[in-house]
C-alpha cells in the first residue's frame, strides 16, 4: 500500500523549497551572521551580546557609528565608487569582446561548437592565480606585452586616456587591474550569451530579411532583444563578483586602484576590526543585491504585462 506525500513535498512545491533552503543556509543565514557583527561591540575576540535582561528590563542595543562612520569618511566612500566604476568597466569591455565571440559559436557548425566551447573554458583548467601571475610577468618591465605595447606606442595612448600614470609603466594602473579582471570573467559573459544566442530561433532574422531589414538592422532589432536575457545573466555574474574582488587588485592594481575587497582585508586582518569590516560587506552587499533584485522584479513584471 503507497503512502501519499504530504503536499508540501510534492511537484512544484518541493522544486522552489530546494534553492529557496539552499540561499537561506548559504547565503542568508552568513549575511545575518555578519550583520550581526556589524552592530556589535568587539571585545578582544569577544562579541557583545545583543540582548541583555537586566532588573526586569530587556534591552537590545545595535551599534550604528560604524555604518555612520563610512558615510561620513571619505576613503570608504571613494573606495566603493572605485569598485564599482572598476566592475562596470569590465562588464562593459566583457560584454563587448564576449558579445561577438558568443555569436559566432551560436552560427558556427554544429560540429566545431564543442571544440569552441571547449576553448572557452579551458582557461578554468589552470589556477585562477597562476593566470594572474602570468599577466604580472607579461605587463612588468621586460614583460614581452609591455615590450610590444611600448614598441608600437600603445602605452601613450593609454596615458593620455589615463589609465596609466606613465608611459611605459603598464603595472599597478587602473589599466592592468581592468585588464586583469576583463580577461579572468570573460568565459562569464560568454556562456550565458552563448546559451541564449544558440537557441534563438533564426526564422525571425529571414522574416525581417523578407520585410526588408538589413543584416545589420536585423541585428539589432531581432538578435540584441532576443539575447537580453544572455546579455543580463552574464553581465550579473561578472559584475557582482568584480566589485568584492582582491586578489586581481592585490596582484595587478595599486595604491590608486584600491577595491573593497582589500578595504576589508585590511579591517578584518591588519586592524582586526571585525565590525568594521562586517559593516563593509553589508554596505557593499547591499549596494549590488538591491538594486539587481529590484530590477529583476521590474522585469518579471514587464514580462507579466505582455
Not at 589615463?162 to 579572468?184: A, N
Not at 540584441?224 to 582582491?246: D, H, N
Amino acid at each position: 500500500m503507497k503512502t501519499a506525500l504530504p503536499g508540501w513535498l510534492r511537484g512544484r512545491a518541493l522544486v522552489i523549497a530546494l534553492p529557496f533552503g539552499f540561499l537561506l543556509l548559504f547565503f542568508l543565514l552568513p549575511f545575518l551572521i555578519v550583520g550581526r557583527i556589524s552592530v556589535a561591540e568587539m571585545d578582544g575576540v569577544v562579541f557583545s551580546d545583543l540582548l541583555s535582561f537586566s532588573e526586569g528590563v530587556l534591552q537590545l542595543t545595535l551599534r550604528f557609528s560604524n555604518y555612520l562612520f563610512i558615510a561620513e569618511d571619505t576613503l570608504y566612500v571613494r573606495t566603493y565608487a572605485a569598485s564599482l566604476q572598476y566592475a562596470a568597466a569590465t562588464t562593459v569591455l566583457c560584454l563587448f569582446i564576449g558579445y561577438p565571440f558568443a555569436y559566432f559559436m551560436a552560427r558556427a557548425k554544429p560540429s566545431v561548437q564543442p571544440a569552441l566551447l571547449m576553448l572557452v573554458m579551458l582557461p578554468f583548467w589552470t589556477s585562477f592565480l597562476l593566470r594572474v601571475y602570468a599577466w604580472r610577468g607579461l605587463l612588468t618591465d621586460g614583460g614581452w606585452a609591455a615590450e610590444f605595447m611600448i614598441a608600437t606606442g600603445l602605452d601613450q595612448l593609454l596615458y593620455a586616456a589615463g589609465l596609466i600614470s606613465t608611459p611605459g609603466k603598464l603595472m599597478h594602473t587602473p589599466f592592468s587591474l581592468v585588464l586583469g579582471m576583463t580577461y579572468t570573467y570573460l568565459p562569464f559573459m560568454v556562456l550565458p550569451l552563448y546559451g541564449t544566442l544558440a537557441k534563438m530561433d533564426l526564422r525571425l532574422l529571414e522574416a525581417a530579411a523578407d520585410l526588408g531589414a538589413t543584416p545589420w538592422v536585423g541585428f539589432w532589432k531581432v538578435t540584441v532583444p532576443l539575447s537580453k536575457a544572455g546579455i543580463i545573466a552574464g553581465s550579473m555574474l561578472v559584475f557582482i563578483p568584480c566589485v568584492g574582488e582582491f586578489v586581481i587588485p592585490e596582484l595587478l592594481g595599486g595604491p590608486e586602484t584600491m577595491m573593497i575587497g582589500r578595504v576589508l582585508w585590511d579591517e578584518f586582518f591588519a586592524n582586526n576590526d571585525w565590525p568594521m569590516a562586517s559593516s563593509l560587506a553589508v554596505v557593499i552587499v547591499l549596494l549590488v543585491i538591491v538594486p539587481l533584485a529590484l530590477f529583476s522584479k521590474y522585469q518579471a513584471e514587464a514580462q507579466e504585462r505582455r
